[in-house]
């Protein structure tokens, strides 16, 4: 359901598995991206998030075993509006979807205006070609962006499908 619930439960998990040193913040800089939670910068880049399922795809930082597993989770998603709704039902997608409400305020801390953000991120399985897609829009109407993200998807696929050799 792409809340944060599994984040909190790794988290605790892996807080309990070593006391001494952050083992999740080491894996963060393993994969190159910032701590979410750092006050510096609370987001992460198109690029760094892509990283992440190349680096499980190719099983680069996870065994083959934990990456196929890792992604036949993400392959249940129940979200279908973003990346899915740009390929065809048999396809198989394997993502990541995420929305966040940015707000800004004035300098006397009133909000003053909301940003809204929603992102997909997956794997789709073309037949014999399986490829990355991962898309980050920024507006004012969540579902404006998820129809922008399933016809970026949908483009996508289309290009790729046009190149299928037979």
Do not use: W
Request: aromatic share 10%; net charge negative.
């Amino acid at each position: 359901y792409s809340d944060n619930r599994s984040y909190e439960v790794l988290n605790d998990y892996i807080k309990k598995l070593s006391t001494d040193k952050n083992l999740l913040l080491e894996t963060y800089r393993d994969l190159g991206i910032v701590d979410p939670q750092s006050k510096l910068d609370d987001s992460i880049t198109v690029k760094n998030y892509a990283s992440i399922f190349r680096a499980l795809y190719h099983a680069s930082y996870l065994t083959q075993e934990m990456s196929d597993k890792m992604f036949s989770i993400l392959a249940q998603s129940e979200f279908s509006e973003g990346l899915e709704a740009g390929v065809p039902k048999e396809v198989e997608v394997a993502h990541k979807f995420g929305e966040r409400k940015i707000i800004i305020k004035n300098p006397q801390g009133q909000d003053v205006r909301q940003i809204l953000q929603f992102h997909d991120c997956g794997i789709i399985y073309y037949p014999d070609n399986p490829y990355l897609l991962c898309i980050m829009t920024r507006g004012d109407d969540t579902s404006e962006l998820k129809s922008i993200i399933a016809q970026v998807s949908k483009m996508v696929y289309q290009e790729v499908d046009s190149r299928k050799r037979e």
